[in-house]
Every structure is written in structure tokens, then in C-alpha cells.
């Protein structure tokens, strides 16, 4: 009988606590969200499972010992995890279509308009009673704005990592929702006509101009901006490996092995600071909410930016791939790729988007760079 | 209080304009890097670039491990062996 | 010639110790197990190897600065390993025939009477002079009757250290040794008729019931059993993955390069615990032989409790497939079909025998977590 | 001394009965949820489970990945070429 | 205003010190050796663009808390990369050649010559004024004469740690030379008449004989060279893996993923190494001279040797086959086929040399025991 | 400071010796190793190796995974479908 009251005293039943059950609740949701829905079930299957595990009373999994305390320690609390995807990603990623029309840059920079209004927000949001968020902690939710999920989680481990898990959550969540968030402002910015544009194919790039291309982002950044050179410099190696065609070997074990094995361990890792006494607080509803606003502004900015380039430029531009600005790759281009057809059966947008599109990556990790300078610790 | 809050908007402010103002910059001189990079790569005689090509061919042939060959031939020895 | 002199104290002719020696045969004999006759080669190699290298007088694998030392510290002291493996094993685990057929859980569970039994035994040897077992070293060895690699390392790792290296190797040789073990007592215990019963054909299995599993048995564990939930977290993790079909390139790599990586350097970790000083005593001697009973029961048990169901089901249950219950998956699932063959040609038990055999998986995580409750540190 | 062992021996006694108690248990919970799963899953429309399928074959055509089907294909093309 | 400042004092312009630029200079050369030349490009590219971040003001890469401390202090400082990809290079190499024709072994052994008369070397170069080695600076300098990577990584890094850099890049660099460095070498002491033999077919090597082969090499480092075993255990684990054909899975995961992701970081963690302060130094210089003087001192005692041998021998040697006994798989094997073919375009000496060239693999993780053994920490 | 040097030099030249003559003396013994092993395995009886041949061949089919296999016959199939 001892034995069975021991037992009891560690049943999760005898020692639960409502916020670990609300949170368990959220970690069901994620993994309803990622298995039925498939919203970025790569990230949010493992995320939801890790918000499970974290909750469960005595359960220790972070706790000094327990599995998800080394996983977290060794792979955000380092920064690594985040910086081998980053590598990964670098390694997927085709930069053609940018080099081939390199202004796409612009759209790419107006997008990250969404991050630093989003700040600006979120101080603002200091007047509300009950609400309070240094200037850190803003920007580590701003960044939800750039919409890639590695440089998101990177900026909120260095900046405000008891907010990392509803940062990172909320930026996998709305980059799965790009196709329902983008469309209405995309349209609601735009004319039919405009949407019609069909926009001049792209010249060929040779491989030697796709070689040099990541060095010359990377010496740039070394030059301009050394504190966003973690994530540069490993999304540049990535590419680097890709396109110059001699590691072969070592650009597949980057694009597969590696980063399908870091996001298992990321996923649960980010999981495990879905702790209710971490995440069940006002900041999280306010971190939610900022994360759409921020997505919205930059969706619009790179629409905007897009029909004054225009307006400027002799070649024709459709305002359209300005959302995809964004980043949300490849997500965003593709729905700019669907409004596009929608408008005009004819319009096939997809590559023209990717420019913009790989933009935003870039431009999202030097707007966490000039983030981590001037509030970084 | 609100004192302090106004030079936290201040900050933020200062922030958002600095920020936009030198991502521009940078992507804008990205931009430049990109056309420079356009214009040596014409300007510098093609022969690297066709010394190259041959090999990344091969090497793409590589990655094709000589498993999956195998496994192929196999595969199309079997099935021409069952059709007939 | 100083030179030389000191070349030759450095050499292991002029060091060795005779346990060292006698411990590399033992490593040879675990590599030529595992090559010349293929008893589980994907642990027991490794674990040889481990073990010979170990051995080396002046090597230092296992001294801080080695590389022994670090793969045990950061991969079985963490738990870090079979908890890997476990999840690779749950990617790799089909529970359709448990589901269509649930009351298969019950032969998981007799089964476990190995483990229990084998505790009190372990205890009574305290009686023989110049044995002694604590309640949690007989734990430890108890669960070598669990059949299961990861759960035996898992727990012993937690509850008696000091054995790893013995309760390993006993573990994996016993289910190399299924199909030599457990025929005779399945023959025992069996008539020919009950031997020659046809089963009923398994109905299938919709892809959401398979989905749902996984989480129903994690959210027991959790309710119950939060003790068993890193080993049961981990597995149930990797089965969802398999089954959602969502995150088919995270599936893929934790059933492939994460789990191959993971047993090589596991197996060198526990190879690196049989050193002369805690593998030649007495301890281990009574540990080869109690994992054996513990098999044996688990064996007897499985069968007599298939046999009991048998009668009060009106679905006919052929007593053989009770022996697959304590896990050892595939080998002792396909070692009841193989007798149920001889007794008769047209009889495939196969199938049937999964659902005990993955039951089996269970019951030894759920014992491990009650065994980590009642005399865990 | 033997009073030790014995009183660790009644321990390992009840440690086997509530094992195989709570082993039992827990896995007789298990088949009742299995039951209760299976119920829900009927009792639930199928839409979900349609709207799944098509999307479940398309990611595992996706794991068949891209380099293996151009190894196929350059392979099938070769093999054609030689036997001509 | 007051931000811009900032900005501007994070920027590498306003930090940037000479000796920075002129190692991020280097590095890009090795880019440009790699992927222009493709000399080593599986190495070098990485090192080449750790060299990058390590030199980056305010990086911080290479601070407690930047990625390349972190992966040099666990790969490296560790010994575990080396070791681990000498596993994978074991599970590539086929012994085959060489136990068909163990007299091989000997000219691995002459080409070790390299490696000590080097040694000797660097101490002499005591006398130049403002040069100065001590003892365990010039072993690990010597073993870029064993053109092996892994080994002279490995030894460099418990001897002299902060040479490490120019030491893996000398080893690196003249390994892709091989095909310029040796050919002069092998003409100048050979004639045409010796270029000409063609030998005698290698019998075929039974695949017990390859099984056992790697764990009597075990077997003697055991007995002769304890720390030897490291790297030896390592490369005979991995060797052990691919012949014993019963744990293909984890053979091919040491061949191909855990060997491609040990390189990417170990290239990483080289190129951390080479910052200014440890590289621009005039040893760098005398590393570069001295390792060149290995290489080929090497290949001259090997060729030399085959000469000797093939004296005394009743079958005939080609004296070209001593050049691939400095290892340097398989580039030196197939510049002596090629230089062969030059001499007789019958003459297929690839396999034959493929015998000495395994051998010297062997012969230089002999000669690390050795140098370990008597003037190691 | 130049005896230092001598001494350190003689040590060099002690080790080429040692070194050398160590390197040597070991691969010979590893020559006599292998003669050893290639005699003991024409002596002892051929029937272990042909037991293990056939499970070998197994084991090498199985790295090629069944998927690549899938992967093959759908694109043979779809590439014969295709043609026809
Ligand atoms: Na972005
Ligand atoms: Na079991
Ligand atoms: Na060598």
C-alpha cells in the first residue's frame, strides 16, 4: 500500500497544475495545427510535442539532467542550432533570380519596414497598464516581422529569451499563414490592372556570378554590419557549398542530414520554453497580436515600395511581389504567384518573387544585425 | 513615469529610422556589389568558366552514389527480366 | 637506447594487467558473435570494440581527455542516447496490429513478469555468501528480462552505473539468443493443437487512429506514469512523426543516419564500461544468469497468459504469440511464427505476433518507469 | 543481518506485486483508449481523413527525392542508348 | 545621430587591423585554391571561410560564446573530429592490395623517413636567428610529412596546439599538390627502363582475411604502440564496420553523413585557427618550407626503397610505386599510374600502388604513437 | 645557449633513429601478421566463409532501401507508360 501511495504522489494526476494543463492544451493545438492543418509542421510537430514534454509536472525534461535542458543549453542556448539551419537554408537557396534583378533588393529592405514599426509598437504598447517591454524585449518580438523563423529565434535567445518561446511560435505560425494573412492587403493595395502586370523574363546567371555572390554579401556584412556575421556568414557558407559545385558531398549532408537533425533537436528545444509560468502571461497575447501587425506592415511596405519602383523604373513591375518581401520562403512568393494568376491567367510570378523574396531573407538578417548592435547586450 | 516612458518612444523612434535608413543603404550597396560583379564576370575571359563546367558535371555525377546505379541496373535488369 | 626504454614502458606488453587481457577476449568474443554469427552485429560489434579499446593499458580511453570518456559523459550519463534510439525505434514501430487488436497489451504486460521476478530473484541471492545486490542494482538487472536494448541502458545508466556493461551485453546476447531461448519453453508450454490455431485476419487500421496512438499513450504515461515519460516521450515522439506522414524528412533521419550515428557511438559508450575492475566480479556472473531466467519467465509468462486468454475469448488466440510479448522486435515475433510454422504449414502468425511483440516495447518502458519511481535516486 | 535481508526481500515481494499490478493496469487503461479511439474515428465524418490522403502520397513521393528520380531517369535514358 | 555613431563603431572599418585583412586575404586564396583549382576543396573551403570569420573585428567568433569557439573546443581540443573521420576514412579504405601483397608495408614505412628527417630539420633551423622550434613544435610540424590530414590534426593539436592552423593547411595544400610535387621526384631517381616494369597480378584477398586484418593492426598497436590506439582504434573500428558486412547501416553512416558533417566543422574549427596574431609569423613560413622538404623526402625514400626492394626481390617492383608510400590516398596512388602510363601505356599501376599507399596511412599513424610516445604532453 | 642547441639536436637525430628503426620493426611484424592471417585461413575449413557468404550478399541488397527500389519501378513504369 506504501508502494501504491508512493506511486500516486509522482502520477502527473496528484501534482498537476492548471497552467502546465493549459499549456499541454497548446502543445495539442500546435500538433493540430501542423499534423491536420499542416501549417510548418517541419517546426511546429516537434514544438508542440516539446510544449507537451515541458509540462508535464515532475516530469524534470528541464530540469539540470533532463533532455530538453541539454538540448536547449547546448543548442540555443549557444546559438548554434539556429546558425546550422541558417547554414542549411544558405544551402537550399538559389540567389538567380536576385542576381538577375538585383533591385529586388529594395522590395526586400522596404519589407523590413514591419520589424522596426513593430518596435516602435511594441514600446508604444508600455502605455497600455499591465504591459511593459524594454526596449530588448521589442525588439526580439519585432523581429517576428521578418518572418524567418532561424533568425528569429537567434535575435530572442540573445535579446529576451523568456520570450522565446512565444517569438518563436508566433513567427512559425504566421509564416503558415502567409497564404491567409498577405492576399487581402496584397489586393487591398493594389489595382486589378496593376495585378495583371506580366513582368520581362530574367537573364541567365552564370555560375562564376553565383560563386562570388555569397562572398560579396558576406564582405559586406563583415565591412558594414560585423554583428549580423553569425547569420550571414553561415547562411553565406551554405550557398557557398551549393554553388561552387566542388563539395558536393559536403552541400547535401547541409541541406539534409544536418538541418533535418537540428530541426528535430530546435523544435523541441523552442518547445521546452513553452512553459505555462513563461509563456501564460499578458506579454505572450501582446507578442501574438504585435506578430500579425508586424507581418501586415511588411507585407504592405513591400507592396508599396513595389509600385513606386514602378512608377520609377521603365521595365514594368507588378506591385504584387513586393509582399514577398517578406521572406516566408517560399511560401510568399508562391502566393504572390497565385494572386497574380488569379488577376491574369497568364501571369506566372513565381520566379520573379523568389528575387524579393530571398531579399527579405537578407534583409531581415541585417535588420537583426543593427538590432543586436545598438540593443544588444 | 511617463517622463521615462517618452524617452523609450524617443529610442524606439530613433531606432526605426536608423534601422530602415541603413538597411537601405546596405541592400542599395549590394545592389552595386551585384552589377560590379555582373560586369567583371563579363569583363574576365570565359576560359575558367568552361574549365569549370566539365567537372561540376562530374561531380554532380558523384553525387549520384554508385549504390543508387547499382540499385538502378538491378532494378532495370529485374524488370526487363520479369517482362520477358 | 633511453628512447627505446621509454618506448618501452609506454608499450602494453610491459603493462598489462591479466584482467585487461581477459577483458579484450571478451571483446573478441562479442565481435566474433556478432560477425561469424551475427548476434545483434549493430550493438555487439561496437560494444566489442568499446570494450578492447577500453582495455588498452596507457590508452586512456576512459580517463578525462579521452574519447571514451566524452562519448559516455555526453551521451549515456545525459541519457541522451536511448532516448535517441528509443525515438528512432518508435519512427521505425507500426502499431496497426496492436490496434486492430488490443487485448494484445495484456501478453505485453505478463511478460513483464520477467522483470519483477527476476528482482525478487536478484534479491534472494543475497542469501548466496559473496553476493550482494542493492533493491536498485537489482532493478537494473531485472530489466534485462524487458528485452529491450535502450530500456535496459536507460535504466541502468539511472539506477546502477557500475553494471551498465554487463546488463547491456547480457541484454542484447539474450536477444540475439531469442530464437535458441524461447522455443523450448513456447513447446513446454503448449500442446501441438493449441501450436496449430488459425487467428482470426486483423482489420485494418484508418491513418488517424494511428495518428491519435501515439498521443493517447503519451497522455497515460503522463497521467500516470511520469517517470516513464522521457522513454515513452521519446518513442511516442518518433512514432508520430512516422505516422502524421507530415514530416517525412524528420522521419526518415531519425530512422536512419540519427539512429545509426547514435548506436555507434552508444555501443562504443557501453563497451567503455566493461573495464577488468567492474565487469570481472561475481556481480556479473549472477547477471548473466538472472537475465536468462528473466527471459525465460518473461517467455513462460507471455505464453501461459495467451493460453488463459485463449479460453475466455471467443476469438480463437494460438498461445504462441504470448512469447512475443517481451519485445525483442522482430526476432521474437518472428520466432513465433516460426514455430507456429512447423506445427503447421498454412499457419502465418506473424502479424498477430507484432501486436504483443510492440505490447511488449511498452510494458518494459512502463515497468522501467514504475522501477524508476519505487527505488529510483 | 538476515532481518535486513528479509525485510528487503519483503520489499522485492511487494515491489512485484504492485509492478505487475500497476503493468496491468496501465495497460488495460491503454486498451480501453484504443477502443474509445477507434469509436471517435468512426463516429467522426470522414472528410478529414479524405482531405489527408491525397497530401500523405504527396509527401512520400516527395521523400523519393529529386536527385534519386534524375538518377533514374539519366539511368533508364543510358540504359536505353547502350542497347540501341 | 548618436545611434549612427555607434553603428559605426560596431562596423569592421573602424576596427579593422592589418594583419586581419591580410588573413582574410588568405583565407579567400584558399577559396580560390578550392573551388577555382580544386585543390582539397572538402577541406579547404571550409577552412578557408573559418579563416574568414575568425578575422573579423568584433566578430567573436573565436570569443567564449562564438560558434567556432564552441566548435573547435569540442571537436577539436577534444581530438574527437579527427578521430571520427579517421573511422570514416577506415570505412572507406580497402586493404585489399595491400594484404595480397604485405611487403608493401615497407615502403609506407620508408616514406615515413619524411616525417623524421624533417623533425631533425626544423630543430636545425634552431640556428637561424629568430627561428625556434622546440621539440614537440617540430614532431608536429615533421607529420605534415605523412601527408595525412586527420593524423597531423591530430597530433598537432596535443603537441602544438597554436601552429594548429598552419599545420592542417601546409598538409591540406600539399596533399592537392601531390600531383605537381611528386612526379619530379619519382623521374629524378628512377629510368625509364625502371618506369617500364609492369608486376605481377595481386592474388584475391579472401573476406575473412580483410575481417581479420584490421584487428591484428589493432592487435599489434595494442601490444607496441598504446598511443598509437586512438587514431589506429579508430580507423580499424571503421575498417572492422565495412568488412564485416554485418552492420551496413552504420558503415555507410561513418562513410558518408558523420564523415561529411565532421568535415564541415572540422574544416571550421581549422580555419578558427588561423588568426593573425598565430599565423603571420615567420614559423608559418618555415612550417610551409618544411613541409614541402617532407613531402618530398618522403616521396624519395619511397621510391628509393621499391629500387632497393625490387633489387632484391624475385619478382619485379616498379620503383614508381615508393612514391605512394607517403599515403595521401588516393591522389599519390594515382599519380604513380599516371606517371607509369607516360613510361608504357600498358602499364596499370594504380591498384599496385594502392598497396603502399594504404600502408602509409598506417606508416604515419605509427610514427604520431611514436612521436607521441616520446615527446608528447 | 649552443650546446642548448646540440642537445636539442642530438634528442632530433636520437628520435630520426628511433623512429625510424620502431616504424620499421612494426610494419615487419605486421608483414609476418598477415602471412599469419593468410595461412590460417587456408588452413582452417572453408565452411564458415560460405555461410557467411550468402547472408552477405543479404546485407548488401538491403542497403540498397526499399524505397530507391520503390522509387525505381514507379519510374520505370512511368517513363514506360510514357513512351508507350
Ligand atoms: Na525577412
Ligand atoms: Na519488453
Ligand atoms: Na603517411
Given at each position: 500500500m506504501?508502494?501504491?501511495?508512493?506511486?500516486?504522489?509522482?502520477?502527473?494526476?496528484?501534482?498537476?497544475?492548471p497552467?502546465?494543463i493549459?499549456?499541454?492544451?497548446?502543445g495539442?493545438?500546435?500538433?493540430y495545427?501542423?499534423?491536420?492543418?499542416?501549417?510548418?509542421?517541419l517546426?511546429?510537430?516537434?514544438?508542440?510535442?516539446?510544449?507537451?514534454l515541458?509540462?508535464?509536472?515532475?516530469g524534470g525534461?528541464?530540469?539540470?539532467?533532463?533532455?530538453?535542458?541539454?538540448?536547449?543549453?547546448?543548442?540555443?542556448?549557444?546559438?548554434?542550432?539556429?546558425l546550422?539551419?541558417?547554414m542549411?537554408?544558405?544551402?537550399?537557396?538559389?540567389?538567380?533570380?536576385?542576381i538577375?534583378?538585383p533591385r529586388?533588393?529594395?522590395?526586400?529592405?522596404?519589407?523590413?519596414?514591419?520589424?522596426?514599426?513593430t518596435?516602435?509598437g511594441a514600446i508604444?504598447?508600455?502605455l497600455?497598464?499591465?504591459?511593459?517591454?524594454t526596449?530588448?524585449?521589442?525588439a526580439?518580438?519585432a523581429?517576428?516581422g521578418?518572418?524567418?523563423?532561424p533568425t528569429a529565434?537567434?535575435?530572442?535567445?540573445?535579446?529576451?529569451?523568456?520570450?522565446?518561446?512565444a517569438?518563436?511560435?508566433?513567427?512559425y505560425?504566421?509564416?503558415a499563414?502567409?497564404p491567409?494573412?498577405?492576399?487581402?492587403i496584397?489586393?487591398?493595395?493594389t489595382?486589378?490592372?496593376?495585378r495583371?502586370?506580366e513582368?520581362r523574363?530574367?537573364r541567365?546567371?552564370s555560375?562564376?556570378?553565383?560563386?562570388?555572390?555569397?562572398?560579396?554579401?558576406l564582405?559586406?556584412?563583415?565591412?558594414?554590419?560585423?554583428?549580423a556575421?553569425?547569420?550571414v556568414?553561415m547562411?553565406?557558407l551554405g550557398n557557398?557549398?551549393?554553388?561552387?559545385g566542388v563539395?558536393e558531398?559536403l552541400?547535401?549532408?547541409?541541406?539534409?542530414?544536418?538541418?533535418?537533425v537540428?530541426?528535430?533537436?530546435?523544435?523541441?528545444?523552442?518547445?521546452?520554453?513553452?512553459?505555462?509560468?513563461?509563456?501564460l502571461?499578458?506579454q505572450t497575447?501582446?507578442?501574438?497580436a504585435l506578430?500579425?501587425?508586424a507581418?501586415?506592415?511588411g507585407?504592405?511596405?513591400?507592396v508599396?515600395?513595389?509600385?513606386?519602383?514602378g512608377r520609377l523604373?521603365?521595365?514594368?513591375?507588378?506591385p504584387?511581389?513586393?509582399?514577398?518581401?517578406v521572406?516566408?520562403?517560399?511560401m510568399a512568393?508562391?502566393?504572390?504567384?497565385?494572386v497574380?494568376?488569379?488577376?491574369n491567367?497568364h501571369n506566372?510570378?513565381?520566379?520573379h518573387?523568389?528575387?524579393?523574396?530571398v531579399?527579405g531573407?537578407?534583409?531581415?538578417a541585417?535588420?537583426?544585425?543593427i538590432?543586436?548592435?545598438?540593443?544588444g547586450? | 513615469?511617463?517622463d521615462?516612458?517618452?524617452?523609450?518612444?524617443?529610442d524606439?523612434?530613433?531606432l526605426?529610422?536608423?534601422g530602415?535608413?541603413v538597411?537601405?543603404?546596405?541592400?542599395?550597396?549590394?545592389?552595386g556589389?551585384i552589377h560590379?560583379?555582373?560586369?567583371?564576370?563579363?569583363?574576365?575571359?570565359?576560359?575558367p568558366?568552361?574549365?569549370?563546367?566539365?567537372?561540376?558535371?562530374?561531380t554532380?555525377?558523384?553525387?549520384?552514389s554508385?549504390?543508387v546505379?547499382?540499385?538502378?541496373s538491378?532494378?532495370?535488369h529485374?524488370?526487363?527480366?520479369k517482362?520477358?
Open positions: 506504501e508502494k501504491l501511495q508512493i506511486l500516486w504522489q509522482t502520477t502527473a494526476l496528484a501534482n498537476f497544475e497552467g502546465q493549459l499549456m499541454m492544451a497548446v495539442v493545438l500546435l500538433l495545427l501542423a499534423i491536420a492543418r499542416k501549417y510548418e509542421p517546426l511546429l510537430l516537434p514544438i508542440g510535442f516539446g510544449a507537451i515541458t509540462n508535464i509536472p515532475l525534461f528541464t530540469e539540470p539532467g533532463g533532455l530538453l535542458y541539454y538540448v536547449y543549453e547546448v543548442g540555443i542556448g549557444s546559438t548554434v542550432f539556429p546550422l539551419i541558417f542549411g537554408v544558405g544551402a537550399l537557396t538559389d540567389f538567380g533570380a536576385l538577375a534583378n529586388m533588393l529594395l522590395l526586400g529592405a522596404a519589407a523590413q519596414f514591419g520589424i522596426f514599426a518596435l516602435f508604444l504598447l508600455n497600455v497598464p499591465g504591459l511593459s517591454f526596449l530588448q524585449e521589442a526580439a518580438i523581429i517576428i521578418g518572418a524567418d523563423g529565434i537567434f535575435l530572442a535567445s540573445q535579446l529576451a529569451d523568456h520570450l522565446l518561446g517569438i518563436a511560435v508566433a513567427a505560425s504566421y509564416m499563414l502567409v491567409i494573412i498577405q492576399p487581402p496584397m489586393k487591398a493595395l489595382t486589378p490592372e496593376e495583371k502586370i513582368m523574363q530574367l541567365t546567371v555560375k562564376r556570378e553565383k560563386i562570388i555572390f555569397p562572398l560579396a554579401v564582405g559586406l556584412t563583415i565591412l558594414f554590419l560585423p554583428t556575421t553569425p547569420l556568414g547562411f553565406c557557398l557549398m551549393r554553388e561552387s563539395v558531398r552541400s547535401k549532408t547541409a541541406q539534409n542530414e544536418l538541418i533535418n537540428t530541426t528535430i533537436f530546435l523544435g523541441l528545444a523552442v518547445g521546452s520554453k513553452l512553459s505555462s509560468d513563461q509563456f502571461t499578458s497575447l501582446a507578442i501574438l506578430g500579425a501587425v507581418f501586415s506592415i507585407t504592405a511596405a513591400g508599396l515600395m513595389a509600385k513606386l519602383m523604373s521603365k521595365d514594368k513591375i507588378n504584387l511581389i513586393g509582399a514577398a518581401g521572406s516566408a520562403v517560399p512568393a508562391r502566393v504572390v504567384n497565385k497574380g494568376l488569379e488577376a491567367p506566372f510570378l513565381l520566379m518573387a523568389m528575387g524579393p523574396n531579399a531573407v537578407l534583409g531581415s541585417v535588420a537583426a544585425g538590432l543586436l548592435a545598438l540593443v547586450p | 513615469m511617463t521615462d516612458i517618452y524617452s523609450v518612444l524617443l524606439a523612434a530613433g526605426l529610422l536608423v530602415m535608413a538597411v537601405f543603404v546596405f541592400l542599395t550597396i549590394l545592389i556589389a560590379l560583379i555582373e560586369w567583371l564576370c563579363n569583363k574576365l575571359p570565359d576560359a568558366e568552361t574549365q569549370i563546367k566539365p567537372q561540376v558535371s562530374g554532380q555525377a558523384e553525387a549520384i554508385p549504390q546505379v547499382a540499385a538502378i538491378s532494378a532495370v529485374q524488370y526487363r527480366n517482362k520477358q
